[in-house]
């Protein structure tokens, strides 16, 4: 048996699952369990610290990184403007004054 997830609403442990539907005896409050669950897997984008990072945000660098396929170093630090957020092992597109378009990984970097 899995657990069912705490109501929604007032919290209540108490949940029980009535066909598709969960409900709480507490509040009387139904739901269905697939839009918690969508709800859950949406894709959040969080810089090294764990902050929430969004479209056209500003950020640097916390480490040095090679740009692929050259020599060169963008340096810990440097300032990156607004970012996207994309899907991939890569998951921020931007583009980096002096170096052009640039893929990133929301681990390298912190909100500005
Ligand atoms: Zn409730």
Same mark, same amino acid.
């Given at each position: 048996?899995? /657990?069912? @997830?705490?109501? @929604?609403?007032?919290?209540?442990?108490?949940?029980?699952?009535?066909?598709?539907?969960?409900?709480? @005896?507490?509040?009387?409050?139904? &739901? =269905?369990?697939?839009? !918690?669950?969508?709800?859950?897997?949406? *894709? !959040? &984008?969080?810089?090294?610290?764990?902050?929430?990072?969004?479209?056209?945000?500003?950020? /640097?660098? !916390?480490?040095?990184? %090679? !740009?692929?396929? =050259? =020599? /060169?170093?963008? %340096?810990?630090? /440097?300032?990156? %403007?607004?970012? *996207?957020?994309?899907?991939?092992?890569?998951?921020?597109?931007?583009?980096?004054?002096?170096?052009?378009?640039?893929?990133?990984? =929301?681990?390298?970097?912190? %909100?500005?």
């Amino acid at each position: 048996m899995s /657990t069912l @997830p705490p109501c @929604p609403k007032c919290q209540s442990t108490y949940t029980y699952q009535d066909g598709a539907m969960l409900v709480c @005896p507490e509040c009387a409050h139904e &739901w =269905s369990p697939d839009s !918690v669950e969508a709800a859950e897997v949406a *894709r !959040v &984008w969080k810089d090294a610290h764990g902050n929430v990072l969004q479209d056209g945000d500003s950020v /640097t660098l !916390v480490k040095d990184l %090679k !740009v692929k396929g =050259s =020599s /060169t170093v963008i %340096k810990v630090g /440097t300032k990156v %403007k607004n970012i *996207r957020l994309i899907e991939g092992d890569h998951d921020i597109d931007c583009k980096i004054d002096g170096f052009g378009p640039m893929q990133l990984k =929301s681990e390298f970097i912190k %909100k500005a």
